[in-house]
Nanobody, 118 residues
């Protein structure tokens, strides 16, 4: 099993930045893919970004809405994945969830709220 704990959400003004962190309960070097998703009330959870393990080539995938503004990264030594979000806009307001795919199972964190508002 994998437990995921997100942190770093909060209130930020348009154009601002936030860095989300996701700490995993086990070594993330063994986790095939980790990622960030987001969800607003009444809508489906959507992909923000994913990053594969080094053994899987470390490939990174971004949603179109995240390209050029968000950066996903992973630190195997800290068993953590990060999402650096720049140039935030009100439409980025959502609950952001960390995701891990491990041994064919999918795990989710509890989510962290990001609110972009002036």
């Amino acid at each position: 099993q994998v437990q995921l704990v997100e942190s770093g959400g909060g209130l930020v003004q348009p154009g601002g930045s936030l860095r989300l962190s996701c700490a995993a309960s086990r070594s993330i070097s063994s986790i095939a893919v980790m990622g960030w998703y987001r969800q607003v009330p009444g809508k489906q959870r959507e992909l923000v970004a994913t990053i594969a393990s080094f053994t899987r080539g470390g490939s990174i995938n971004y949603a179109d809405s995240a390209k050029d503004r968000f950066t996903i990264s992973r630190d195997n030594a800290k068993n953590s994945v990060y999402l650096q979000m720049n140039s935030l806009q009100p439409e980025d307001t959502a609950v952001y969830y960390c995701n891990a795919v491990y041994l064919t199972r999918t795990y989710w964190g509890q989510g962290t709220q990001v609110t972009v508002s002036s």
